[in-house]
């Protein structure tokens, strides 16, 4: 299980299953302020992003269902 804190409200999100294949990422919803949040699924780290934050570092190709980090300029 995955506990995180919301990164625009500081509460918890809630707990998550973690799948069998980490790191996954997921855009889930804050039980607390309902904003989206991009959270990536780890056993080892965890993390939550501000959407906007995320979509700076890294790129979602939803139609081929992948997220790449961008390269450093």
Known sequence: MNFGACPYCDQLMGMFCVPNRTPAYAKVQCS?????????FSRVDPQAWRVEDFEQQYTVDEAMHTITRKEAV
């Open 32 to 40: 607390q302020c309902g904003k989206d949040v991009w959270y990536r």
